[in-house]
């Protein structure tokens, strides 16, 4: 899936090629490089506001989960999503406890959907 949100600097749209994971009955999308990551601060700074394209446009709204909820959803994302195994340094089926101690690197955001389209950032701040 590909994931579009405005840039905070530019205001156009981005694109960002992510892989997602099914847990509890939702959907997440977690940064297997950090928070350093672009599409990261990017939907930050645009108030969880994006789009996801798989088949056709989605407008919704990402939800940052607390650290201490991470485990259980960075856990299942390792197991569903093969790209990310290179990045994040626990076994996909190690413990909990190994997922816990390195939760707060790896931002981790639940999908639902948005009753608006994205804005974009000058929208945003005015």
Known sequence: MTLEVVGRRTG??????????????????VSMLGNDCNWVRN??????????RHRHAR???LIEIPVA???PILRRYLQKVPGARPHLPVDPH???AEFEAIAARYPAFRVE??????????EIAT
């Open 43 to 52: 939907v930050r700074a645009a108030g969880g506001l994006a789009t996801i």
């Open 12 to 29: 156009r749209v981005t694109r960002f090629p992510l892989g997602m994971a099914d847990w509890m009955g939702d959907w997440y999308l």
């Open 59 to 61: 407008a919704c709204r």
């Open 94 to 96: 190690a413990p909990l």
């Open 69 to 71: 909820e991470r485990a």
């Open 113 to 122: 959907d948005a009753v608006t389209p994205p804005r974009t950032v000058k």
